[in-house]
């Protein structure tokens, strides 16, 4: 949808003068825009693979003579080539910068409810850039209304690289360590806490979401804040995890300490220097040399350490035994979450392996901890590694087991836990099932791929990001959908239909919406208890 945009000023108090875009429709405002704004220093230079630092209390930018200028988007973390193409001029590691949508209406008392959204991407590509007016048909012409943030962080080997070298060198400065991108996001959401008001946003009613692997980040989110974060602090009022579950417990050091090897290798970095001329050299060559190595690497997905910083070590015990859904019952904190019906199609395309057992097993083991695939491939293909029944090659396997990883399983595994806690189906925990796609996805997914990950992504966002938007005819069948999303965002009751474990409200193949007694439960749990009981 076309937009006509004028310069907008706004005066954000302490931090100065700052010019965005007014999105307007026939002279209507529409929405306010606000692109790239940076919420931490450059993670660049000697500061590559290290904690992000926060920006000076005095800083401003701009001022009454010379406003900060922030009209188009973030720089985009460098990346492997993905599916999805992306602009390269913007690569850039000082990529640490989030873009703000506000509905141009007056802000309701007390300020607008506020969503800080993350990208997907595996957590090896992706971008915070949906453009300023992609958000237009949700914050005006839906029941949706909430300032919308979508922060930029740090992916695959910037974000996610991890070995004794750089746990050591963080050691020494009093810095964490590991998992950098899920710093970045912690920086991005307390900057938000810190400076939403300004905007006309309620700092006091913030919703962590995200689809895919930014669904995932938000639960790892709200992980660190139960049980990381110092005393008192409460940010996240609740979670949406779009499309993602909780996933398993990460790689420890040792293991990590494996890609970091091969790594520097292929960068033609010598095992036998010292830890700290390692490092150095790392920090000396040009990204495009970093990125470049990446794809050719054996362990080439660039994924979380469990060395308790971020996140507690027994994290996944924590849910399993209840624990962690007593504490989100303590605070209040509801959670969104759900699945598309065939998200198998796109996960099978991800990096696929060649068509063998062993080239599968490798492939997980780049991703999850081998004694966590040992475990899984054993459970389905037994001691002579056959193809399980009912798969034509073993690259269906992997892209239904990937998925069942991912999101189907792990999911269901969660909700279980979460029950256990004392949240109550449907109205602490909303799941959803989508077996129908919307006709604008049809130019980028084929319709051989069904209902897959990430074609609900305009169902959400009213259309957003897809050429066309949703028909009137979809726009009626969803109305329900989207005024439930809205509910949900703002903090208030919704009205959502399932009450019972196994119950989920269904958008149907036929466009009717109703509850389905999810068939899949008893299998989840299953994967669950295999990957995640002691």
């Known amino acids: 949808m076309a937009y006509q945009q004028q310069s907008y000023t706004l005066d954000a108090g302490r931090l100065g003068l700052i010019e965005g875009l007014t999105l307007s429709q026939h002279d209507e405002p529409v929405v306010r825009y606000f692109g790239g704004i940076p919420y931490a220093l450059p993670p660049t230079g000697e500061y590559r693979f290290r904690a992000p630092r926060k920006l000076p209390k005095e ?19 460098p990346q492997p080539p993905a599916r999805t193409p992306q602009n390269k001029t913007l ?22 409810p506020v969503c800080v959204y993350f990208h997907g991407g595996f957590l090896q590509v992706g971008s915070a850039n949906w453009g300023p007016g992609s958000l ?12 919308m943030v979508f922060p930029a962080f740090r992916l695959n080997a910037f974000g996610f690289l991890a070995s004794e070298e750089l746990d050591s060198e963080a050691r020494s400065n009093g810095e964490p360590s590991g998992n950098m991108g899920l710093w970045d996001q912690r920086t991005a959401l307390e900057w938000t806490y810190a400076n939403i008001s ?14 895919s692997a930014g669904g995932f980040s938000a639960f790892q989110q709200l992980a660190h804040e139960l049980y990381c974060a110092p005393e008192g602090t409460r940010i996240i009022r609740r979670i949406t995890m779009l499309s993602n579950g909780p996933g398993v417990t990460p790689k420890t050091l040792a293991e990590q300490q494996k890609q970091f090897d091969e790594y520097i290798t292929r960068l033609g970095i010598s095992l036998e220097l010292p830890s700290a001329k390692k490092l150095e050299i790392l920090r000396s060559l040009p990204y495009q040399q970093l990125v470049g190595v990446q794809t050719e690497m054996k362990i080439h997905e660039f994924r ?49 392996p060649e068509n063998s057992h062993h080239a599968v097993y490798s492939r997980l083991c780049a991703e999850f901890p081998e004694s ?13 590694k056959e193809l399980p029944a009912g798969y034509d090659d073993w690259k269906e396997f ?15 595994g969660l909700y279980n836990a979460l029950f256990q806690g ?9 799941r959803y099932r989508f077996d129908k796609r919307v006709d604008c996805v049809n130019g980028t997914f084929p319709l051989e791929l069904g209902v897959t990950h990430s074609s609900d992504v305009p169902i959400w966002f009213w259309g957003a990001n897809f050429s066309g938007g949703l028909t009137d005819q979809e726009k009626a069948l969803l109305r329900g959908w989207n005024q439930g999303f809205a509910s949900f965002i703002k903090g208030d009751k919704v009205e959502w239909g399932p009450k019972q474990p196994k119950e989920v409200r269904r958008w149907r193949s036929d466009g009717e919406t109703d509850i389905w007694t999810d068939d899949e439960w008893e299998k989840g749990l299953e994967i669950w208890d295999l990957l995640n009981k002691p």
């Open 372 to 384: 966590a695939v040992r475990k899984l491939m054993g459970h389905h293909c037994g001691s002579n």
């Open 304 to 352: 979380l350490v469990d060395n308790g910083t971020f996140l507690p070590k027994n994290l996944m015990s924590m849910v399993g035994d209840g624990d962690f859904g007593k504490r989100m019952k303590e605070r209040g904190i509801t959670l969104l979450s759900g699945e598309c019906r065939d998200e198998h199609t796109i996960y099978r395309t991800w990096r696929t």
């Open 91 to 112: 690569f850039d590691e000082d990529c640490l910068q989030l873009n703000i949508w506000i509905p141009a209406e007056p802000a309701p008392e007390g300020g607008w």
């Open 198 to 211: 300004l905007f006309g946003g309620d700092p006091s009613n913030i919703t962590a979401a995200g689809y």
């Open 136 to 147: 237009g048909p949700l914050l005006k012409e839906s029941a949706f209304r909430a300032i």
């Open 59 to 77: 800083f401003k930018y701009g001022t009454v003579s010379n406003p900060g200028r922030f009209t188009g988007g973030t720089a985009i973390c």
């Open 398 to 412: 992997f892209g239904k087991t990937y998925a069942s990883l991912q999101v189907h399983a792990l999911q269901r």
């Open 422 to 430: 004392g949240l109550v189906p449907g109205v602490e925990v909303l």
